[in-house]
């Protein structure tokens, strides 16, 4: 698959802090359906290229996405459609994750309607998305693949809409995984620092989409820093106090029976 901004599609070199912490949710997201009396079937929505998606097993689990090169290369069923409108009963599934997905659509309600339209009476719906208050800017949605990033109380409301019982959590990072962050974070500032006007709300989000793919395979494929190819997922950590401070939040669902 091509390298993009939108898709974790390699742990080459510095693209590796991003799939371990991606790698981190699927994981708290496999944890937390162990809890469950019945593997039953998981519905993982935006799911990419799946490459996290064993951690699920022994339950059997479908992707969606709307990207068909996306699904081709999965050991595991794949369909491709709009996580807005599925192509499923309600009740079909007893689990749906829906990991760094949510934020790409300009309407996140309607994938909430749609988890708890699929999600069986009493199954859980574990969604992930970074945390507005530390990924970018707070007053600002810097990605050109969002279109909406949440706070901690934005989640909760969003997910509280259809669901009577939410619960949120936070990642967090080690000093090792921070001190790439902090970094990461320098880079940002010298960028957006060209720019102090902001005139770049003005630029087309296709184009601006192709120039964030070009700068960010230029940036991960030349970065020789030791301590990117150092960070796994042990490098991260689920909280649910000081949620502000956490570099992704992350919401677990329990549809009412």
Not at 19 to 45: E, I, K, M
Not at 206 to 222: A, G, I, P, S
Request: net charge neutral; hydrophobic share 40%; glycine share 8%.
């Amino acid at each position: 698959m091509r390298i993009t901004g939108e898709r974790i599609v390699t742990n080459e070199g510095g693209f590796n802090p991003t799939w371990q912490r991606h790698t981190a949710n699927y994981l708290f997201a496999a944890d937390s359906l162990a809890v469950t009396p019945t593997p039953g079937r998981v519905l993982d929505l935006g799911c990419g290229s799946g490459h996290a998606a064993h951690l699920f097993s022994p339950r059997w689990s479908v992707g969606v996405d709307l990207d068909h090169a996306a699904l081709a290369g999965q050991k595991r069923a794949g369909v491709q459609s709009d996580i807005r409108r599925l192509p499923f009963c309600a009740g079909a599934f007893s689990a749906v994750v829906c990991l760094h997905a949510v934020e790409h659509v300009p309407d996140p309600e309607r994938v909430v309607a749609e988890c708890s339209r699929v999600v069986a009476p009493g199954g859980l719906v574990v969604m992930a998305t970074p945390n507005r208050l530390t990924f970018g800017r707070p007053d600002e949605v810097i990605d050109p693949y969002h279109f909406v990033e949440f706070s901690p109380d934005q989640l909760r409301s969003l997910c509280a809409a259809r669901f009577p019982d939410v619960t949120l959590y936070g990642l967090v990072g080690s000093a090792q995984y921070m001190e790439f962050f902090q970094a990461e974070r320098r880079k940002l500032d010298r960028l957006l620092g060209l720019d102090p006007l902001r005139l770049r709300r003005f630029v087309p989000r296709k184009l601006r989409q192709q120039l964030y793919d070009w700068r960010l395979t230029q940036e991960r494929r030349r970065d020789a820093s030791p301590v990117a190819g150092r960070i796994t997922r042990d490098d991260f950590s689920w909280q649910q106090d000081d949620l502000d401070d956490a570099l992704d939040l992350i919401a677990v669902c329990r549809r009412g029976g």
